[in-house]
């Protein structure tokens, strides 16, 4: 790594931002920008896109000013099997299972990821996302979800 990197948690951080937002900006070059007033397909993922660029490119830059307290440790493996687990969990879950179920099991196995796991906090955190869950997005949004889905009778 070059000597005028200083902080390495920060450069890194930075070149994911930046590489996922460029990466928005590009896949949105297919689609309608359309205007402010009038929304294109293409006009959120690439303005958000771009705001995600600008903020990577922030810490890019602050990575050659701010000094680095520790170095990196280890990359987490364990925990990052069980959030991108519990994404693809909920993904399966979502239309058979029903909302309900799909958060539990969303921020169940995704609680597994923390070293501060405990079963009691873990059930009564999941269980206020499912209700919130339900009542913004099929109650408030009147989003197309099945609380329960068809493998419970729903």
Same mark, same amino acid.
């Given at each position: 790594m070059p000597a005028? =990197?200083?902080?390495?948690?920060?450069?890194?951080?930075g070149v994911i931002f930046v590489f996922f937002g %460029? !990466?928005? =900006? =590009? =896949? @949105?070059?297919?689609?309608?920008? @359309?205007? !402010? @007033?009038r929304m294109g397909p293409a006009?959120?993922?690439? /303005? $958000?896109? @771009? $705001? $995600?660029? %600008? /903020?990577g490119l922030a810490g890019i830059v602050r990575s050659f000013f701010r000094e680095e307290e520790e170095r990196m440790g280890r990359f987490a493996f364990k925990e990052a099997f069980f959030v991108l687990f519990a994404v693809v969990l909920f993904a399966f879950t979502v239309r058979g299972a029903g909302l309900v179920v799909a958060v539990m099991l969303i921020m169940m196995v995704s609680a597994f990821a923390s070293s501060k796991f405990k $079963? !009691?906090?873990?059930?009564?955190v999941s269980v206020g996302m499912t209700i919130f869950a339900v009542v913004v997005f099929i109650k408030a949004l009147g989003l197309p979800l099945a609380i329960f889905g068809p493998w419970f009778g729903g």
């Open positions: 005028f =990197i200083k902080h390495h948690k920060d450069f890194w951080t %460029l !990466a928005a =900006i =590009i =896949i @949105g070059l297919d689609y309608p920008m @359309g205007t !402010a @007033g006009y959120f993922p690439s /303005v $958000l896109g @771009g $705001l $995600l660029a %600008l /903020v $079963l !009691a906090s873990s059930l009564a």
